[in-house]
């Protein structure tokens, strides 16, 4: 089977060729764009399965270039930049990034968010009628039809916030999702008690799923930012 297609936008050629031998010496094939306006033409021409994107692009901001793709397609997008404040990871998270690298970035981490992003697009392509399917992950287990999820052979008692937020993340695998998507999704609303809530919930969640929360296995903190729910073999 093929590896999956992947459009890398970089203006800067010497990161451009890191990344491109890097893609190269492990099977993955790849296109490239320089500017804004060349990467959202070729992701619409080309359909590719990954996306690594800039933000600080020559004509557009890579921010713009994340809503323009959104309004058609999902396709999975890693931002890889320079900029290095919670305030930007969220507001390229928030415009429907999937995950994000900080230049200088080493080229096994590189490989790894790739491989991370890999199984989420498998998951994605193999699910199939999702409410009515069973979720594993490790020895995580969430039945949505019958609205429970177990550890192993224990069912998990969890209050309906818990149990959402449960099925948000698991929907989500790989993806960090932001403080303001999980409140929006769970609450419909983004007020600063929302978050102070969302930490309790977390917080009581990881008692009932994690052996032990100070070192999480399945849901992982991105302090400043939000969660993500990692893929446990």
């Given amino acids: 089977m ?6 890398v936008v970089e203006d800067d050629n010497s990161v451009k060729n890191l990344i491109t031998t890097t893609l190269k010496a492990h099977d993955y094939r790849y296109l490239t764009a320089q500017n804004g306006a060349s990467a959202i033409l070729e992701a619409s021409s080309h359909n590719p399965d990954i996306v690594l994107l800039d933000l600080g692009l020559p004509d557009i901001d890579g921010v713009e270039v994340i ?8 396709m999975p997008i890693i931002v890889i930049s320079a900029r290095s404040e919670d305030t ?4 390229a998270l928030d415009a429907g990034a999937d995950d994000y690298l900080t230049k200088p970035f080493s080229v096994d981490e590189l490989l790894a968010r790739l491989r991370v992003t890999q199984r989420r697009l498998n998951m994605m392509q193999n699910e199939s009628a999702a409410e009515n399917s069973v979720f594993t992950n490790g020895k995580l287990k969430i039945d949505y039809a019958a ?3 177990y550890l192993g052979d224990e069912e998990l008692h969890l209050t309906p916030i818990e149990y959402k937020l449960l099925c948000l993340f698991s ?3 790989g993806k960090v999702l932001t403080h303001t998507f999980i409140t929006q999704s769970i609450w419909g609303s983004t007020w600063d008690n929302d978050i102070a809530s969302l930490r309790v919930f977390m917080a009581t969640l990881r008692k009932k799923l ?10 992982q903190t991105h302090i400043g930012v939000g969660y993500r729910m990692m ?3």
């Fill in 88 to 91: 930007d990871k969220i507001d």
């Fill in 147 to 149: 609205g429970c999820a």
């Fill in 67 to 74: 809503k323009r793709i959104r309004t058609w397609s999902n």
């Fill in 210 to 219: 994690e052996k032990d929360p100070d070192s999480p296995q399945y849901i």
């Fill in 231 to 233: 893929k446990v073999e």
């Fill in 171 to 173: 929907k989500n695998v």
């Fill in 2 to 7: 093929n590896k999956p297609l992947i459009l």
